[in-house]
T-cell receptor, first 115, second 114 residues
Framework: DQQVKQNSPSLSVQEGRISILNCDYT??????FLWYKKYPAEGPTFLIS?????DKNEDGRFTVFLNKSAKHLSLHIVPSQPGDSAVYFCAASSNYGGATNKLIFGTGTLLAVQP | KAGVTQTPRYLIKTRGQQVTLSCSPISGHRSVSWYQQTPGQGLQFLFEYFSETQRNKGNFPGRFSGRQFSNSRSEMNVSTLELGDSALYLC?????????????FGQGTRLTVV
């Protein structure tokens, strides 16, 4: 049972345009969400996170939006750069059973930014 | 500050063997989690350790086990290896189990079972 879903395996965007990566989840107990970026042969790198008490968080070119009623979050990258080309993973955690660092990941979206 | 260190980076084993992977977290971090990444499955949670205690375990068979030492270093062991165990095994370190903390990942150990 995939609790965190990234339904688009890949996305291609022109340099300078906006990249929008989407993520859906099914577990209403999730209260913290993160986005990671992964290059081949490297471990995932933390990008940005959002708590369930917020609906938006910005960090430079990256903005994450959370829609709790739709159980949906998205990552916006503006403007997109060729160096952003990587696999992006959405992850979620729930602290209702006690504080934990256990993350549930989606299957990833491969973003290709064309020069 | 050194990052998360995983050893070895690459490993080839044959079916039926066992393997031990090592993870040294970021200095001062006491929480270590392990994940398995396979094509099409994303990252699957294996276990989480804090202060030498396993706090959480994912849906993996008992062939997968782990431990954490007093210096926060962690090892995971897979016994009776199967072809399907071929994957990238990632270790993540965090300060402590806590609300709103991000995990920092190592480069992973690529295990190939033949």
């Amino acid at each position: 049972d995939q609790q965190v879903k990234q339904n688009s395996p890949s996305l291609s965007v022109q340099e300078g345009r906006i990249s929008i990566l989407n993520c859906d989840y099914t577990n209403s107990m999730f209260d913290y969400f993160l986005w990671y970026k992964k290059y081949p042969a490297e471990g995932p790198t933390f990008l940005i996170s959002i708590s369930s008490i917020k609906d938006k968080n910005e960090d430079g070119r990256f903005t994450v939006f959370l829609n709790k009623s739709a159980k949906h979050l998205s990552l916006h990258i503006v403007p997109s750069q060729p160096g952003d080309s990587a696999v992006y993973f959405c992850a979620a955690s729930s602290n209702y059973g006690g504080a934990t660092n256990k993350l549930i990941f989606g299957t990833g979206t491969l973003l290709a930014v064309q020069p | 500050k050194a990052g998360v260190t995983q050893t070895p980076r690459y490993l080839i084993k044959t079916r039926g063997q066992q393997v031990t992977l090592s993870c040294s977290p970021i200095s001062g971090h006491r929480s270590v989690s392990w994940y398995q990444q396979t094509p099409g499955q994303g990252l699957q949670f294996l276990f989480e350790y804090f202060s030498e205690t396993q706090r959480n375990k994912g849906n993996f068979p008992g062939r997968f086990s782990g431990r954490q030492f007093s210096n926060s270093r962690s090892e995971m062991n897979v016994s009776t290896l199967e072809l399907g165990d071929s994957a990238l095994y990632l270790c993540a370190s965090s300060l402590a189990p806590n609300l709103n903390t991000e995990a920092f990942f190592g480069q992973g150990t690529r295990l190939t079972v033949v």
